[in-house]
């Protein structure tokens, strides 16, 4: 009785855990003579399983923000847990692991390598890793992903024969190909029509919903907020709103 | 096929019309390097078969000291020429045939002028045997010495028009020629005179049978060539020579030969490579070399720069596809590894072009051959050819060169700032 409840408690715990832990996060740009303070000491912590939505106007820090989350970029003072794991102050060539494995990127600009058809580009974070599972294994795992994201009659196709909401949609593809504990969407939407917008939104939710993967997603556009469950206004490279 | 390669090859088709300009650059570069080294080639094989088949033999014996002794008088290295010695020479594996010579010089006169010549007594009979080209190119009305020879001569076709004198079927071109100038009727007798080692004078006359064309003015002007006979009546040598001129079968083996006959012949003689005897020959296709080595180094260079030119503009236009790859945990060495393997193939391909280019213009060129030299010259054919080591080590080289221009390039690409790439 009471082992199955320490035990029952040691789940609820996990599933609360913390997978973002940020501290008094500051980031600035050095200019010449003139300093741009991008991050001014954000505190912010996003849990497993979470889809969040980080707010705010054009220039108030949300790439910035999510650069430093996604282990590309590092911050100038301040702390990072990213899972457990200090990262604030080891270099991004170091951290390419971390990314690799942990983290999915999905981008305004979509961002697909042009040489690449819709498979490779999907395939691609897994086959720079070290250790790689069958070929065979992969592709089914890519064939699945491409069913779930719709777009299993283009997996052949090259990117600049896409629209770009299907070229979004290989984005995401790519960032979910590794089962990754984090996905980081930097205004995702904001180069698509609004139809497909919401296509892409709800296709998102979705996946955030069926593989319990975490969602940080930086937008300008507060029509998003309604979608989200956890809201998070920035301005001014400050949190001003949780 | 690794990812990585696959992007890097990909991306040389993407800029169809700039990598095209890459791959003309290092197969014109490598096609130029092969075409002038082959011409280089026949033109080193032309020099070296000249000098060993018209004058100088493959090898020479002489009396040890001959050769350093050139100040002094070389007369006094002479020695007893006879079927003895011959045989010890040709007995030697490798040799095909030797003949023996003097070599001196004196004043030739037609009994108002004089000049200074360089003569040749050659054994007429065995000389055809050791330099088969021996009698050069003679003029026109010319008649070649023969072995029942013995007080004729050849004589070179400047010292010969400056003395007046002409074989005899080339009188009336002669005349026609000197109409203006109110020469009078060429002459067909010389008299050179020459001294003993001892010193003692003598002269004989001879009877001018052929003048000879050269592509060095100094024989031209010097030069005469006569029975070993009469040279050594004029000489005092009576039944001696100062040289023995030896051919080989095979002048790629020249060195072994050249050790064996020494060995044969003992210490009392040194036995020399055409190159020894000629240094200055050696020296001039020596030269030459460094300076076709030259001339492919600084090919390369442009190559290079070429290549690392487009590559830089490649990086440049693919930064934020590095960021992108970057973002999605690519290692900074995998970036360097695109880019350096796209250079290295772009590299393959050009250089296999440039082989086949150059091999193909090579080959047509062995086919029909380059006239060279002075008309008139019916030998004065260049048949260029390349030796396989040595294309090899130029497509090598060539590759080697891609490589090269892409390491600063793909350092560039794998030094990027992963955030900075992605804003570009
Ligand atoms: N590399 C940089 N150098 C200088 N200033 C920068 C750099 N990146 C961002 N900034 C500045 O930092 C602030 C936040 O930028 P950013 O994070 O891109 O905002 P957002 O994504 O919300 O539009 C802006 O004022 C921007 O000009
Ligand atoms: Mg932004």
Known sequence: MNSSNSSLNALVKDQSKNLIEIHNLKKIYQLGKTTVEALRGVDFSVAEGEFTVVLGPSGSGKTTLLNIIGCLDRASSGSYLLDGEDVSNRDFNDLAEVRNYKIGFIFQNFNLIPVLNVIENIEFPCLVRKEQESRAQLRERVRALCAEVGLERFMKHKPDELSGGQRQRVAIARALITQPRLVLADEPTANLDSNTSDQILELMQRLNRDHATTFLFATHDPRVMDLARRTVRIKDGMVVAN | ?424
């Not at chain 2, 080639?41 to 090898?59: D, H, M, P, Q, T």
């Not at chain 2, 011959?86 to 594996?93: D, G, N, P, Q």
């Not at chain 2, 095979?250 to 036995?271: I, K, N, P, T, Y």
């Open chain 2, 1 to 424: 096929m690794n990812i990585l390669y696959q992007v890097a090859v990909r991306n040389v088709f993407r800029n169809r019309r700039r990598s095209l300009f890459t791959l003309s650059a290092i197969a014109i570069g490598l096609a130029v390097v092969l075409i002038i080294t082959a011409v280089s080639n026949a033109f080193y094989r032309f020099s070296i078969e000249n000098a060993v088949n018209v004058k100088i033999g493959a090898l020479q014996i002489h009396k040890s000291g001959y050769l350093s002794n050139v100040s002094l008088n070389q007369l006094s290295f002479h020695f007893q020429y006879g079927q003895e010695l011959l045989r010890k020479v040709e007995s030697v594996a490798g040799v095909k045939a030797a003949s023996g010579r003097i070599a001196f010089r004196g004043l030739v006169s037609n009994g108002r002028n004089q000049a200074l010549f360089f003569a040749n007594g050659v054994d007429v009979e065995r000389e055809q045997k050791v330099c088969p080209r021996w009698l050069g190119t003679l003029t026109e009305g010319s008649q070649p010495l023969l072995p029942s020879d013995t007080g004729q001569a050849m004589v070179g076709q400047e010292l010969a028009r400056s003395l007046n004198v002409a074989p005899k079927g080339a009188l009336i071109r002669s005349v026609v020629s000197s109409e203006t100038s109110q020469q009078t009727e060429p002459g067909e007798f010389l008299n050179l005179s020459g001294s003993s080692p001892q010193g003692r004078q003598n002269a004989i006359d001879v009877q001018v049978k052929a003048t000879t064309k050269s592509l060095l003015p100094l024989e031209e002007k010097r030069s005469i060539t006569l029975p070993l006979s009469a040279a050594q009546s004029l000489l005092g040598l009576t039944g001696e020579v100062t040289e023995i001129a030896v051919a080989v079968h095979d002048l790629d083996h020249l060195e072994a030969v050249q050790q064996r006959l020494q060995a044969a012949m003992g210490s009392e003689f040194e036995v020399s490579l055409w190159s020894d005897v000629q240094p200055f020959l050696r020296d001039v296709l020596f030269r030459q070399k460094v300076l076709i080595g030259i001339v492919s180094f600084i090919l390369f260079i442009l190559v290079l720069f070429v290549i690392a030119n487009t590559m830089t503009m490649a990086v440049f236009e693919r930064t934020r596809e590095i960021g992108t790859m970057l973002s999605v945990g690519i290692k900074k060495n995998q970036i360097q590894r695109i880019f350096f393997s796209e250079a290295i193939f772009v590299g393959i391909i050009g250089a296999l072009a440039g082989l086949l280019l150059g091999l193909i213009v090579v080959l047509v060129l062995k086919r029909i051959g380059i006239p060279f030299g002075s008309e008139g010259f019916e030998e004065g054919m260049l048949y260029p050819f390349l030796q396989v080591p040595f294309s090899c080590a130029a497509f090598i080289a060539a590759v080697f060169c891609a490589a090269l221009a892409g390491l600063f390039p793909a350092r560039r690409a794998s030094n990027m700032n992963p955030v900075d790439a992605l804003r570009a």
